[in-house]
């Protein structure tokens, strides 16, 4: 027995520490001899990503349950999960064409384009818009082809496009969709002219419009009415008196009144001569509704009405 008192000691004092650890670790009650509250378990640990889990589970900390963080912090960091993929019948993002270009060619305007790789293949059509100028949008229609010809009436302006991939919503779908805008400008130049062959008897003035070659006219024009079928209206008229400078030759002759040859081809002396003409000045408006101011010379013997 003298043996094992030492070991009996030592369990002993093992004992009362332990039971004085459990007392302390126990929570004081509160006053009034109230039983305390039953201690607060963490969540459970929040997978990141997989079937039934919501957008606000998958920025949660997957090790503690721990607030989510904020939208902007998240987006910031990358942790927002990908968009939901499309559901049935939905259509597919489209991109915009690539490569847009214009030119100008006799006419008009010519848009060509390429489709997007990423785009379908098929089924996939092309929505065109124009400003011209100024002026509001103008819906050029739809097409399938990668390109389209333009054929603008007004010159003198700058033409602002916008082409738009799309595609038309199947059986089922809600509604069709449409790619962002692929955009080019080109300025038209002015190539038509005006000239003037004559007055009429009523006031008004004879007008021919030439553009790339093709004659439209001659065209009776009055005031406030349009011209022929150009699409252009004359908004004034005034007819005045003037004088030009005509050039024209004139024979050479010697002291002896010869006729001086020279390479053995007559000689002739250019200067120029004072003319008394007519002059129109008129003020045009186009089909896009710009207004032109020109000066045209009648032709030689050309008079006013009534004289």
Do not use: K
């Not at 389209?148 to 779908?173: I, K, N, S, W």
């Not at 009429?200 to 349009?226: F, K, M, N, T």
């Amino acid at each position: 027995m003298a043996r094992l008192a030492p070991a009996l000691t030592v369990l002993a004092v093992l004992a009362a520490a332990a039971a004085l650890a459990a007392v302390s670790l126990r929570p004081f009650p509160p006053p009034g001899g109230a039983q305390p509250p039953a201690p607060q378990e963490l969540p459970p640990p929040v997978p990141a990503g997989g079937p039934g889990v919501r957008p606000q589970d998958w920025l949660a900390s997957w090790e503690t349950g721990a607030p989510r963080l904020p939208a902007a912090a998240a987006a910031a960091f990358g942790l927002r999960p990908p968009p939901p993929a499309p559901g049935p019948g939905a259509l597919p993002p489209l991109q915009p064409p690539a490569e847009l270009r214009a030119a100008v060619e006799d006419g008009g305007i010519r848009l060509r384009w390429l489709p997007d790789p990423a785009n379908p293949a098929e089924e996939v059509r092309y929505r065109l818009t124009r400003w011209a100028g100024e002026g509001a949008a103008e819906e050029l229609g739809d097409t399938g082809e990668l390109q389209y010809f333009d054929p603008v009436r007004c010159e003198g302006l700058t033409y602002h496009y916008r082409v738009r991939a799309r595609m038309d919503a199947p059986a089922g779908a809600p509604t069709a969709t449409e790619s962002a805008p692929a955009a080019v400008s080109l300025e038209f130049p002015a190539s038509g002219q005006w000239s003037a062959e004559g007055l009429g008897a009523d006031g008004g003035i004879v007008l021919v419009y030439e553009r790339h070659g093709r004659r439209s006219g001659p065209h009776p024009a009055h005031l406030g009415q349009a011209v022929g079928d150009t699409g252009w209206f004359l908004e004034s008229l005034a007819v005045m008196d003037t004088e030009v400078r005509i050039p024209t030759t004139i024979p050479r002759f010697d002291a002896l009144g010869r006729r001086v040859i020279i390479g053995a081809l007559p000689a002739s002396r250019s200067r120029e001569v004072n003319q008394q003409r007519l002059l129109a000045t008129i003020r045009l408006t186009d089909p896009c509704g710009t207004s032109w101011n020109l000066e045209l010379l009648l032709p030689e013997g050309t008079a006013r009405p009534g004289q």
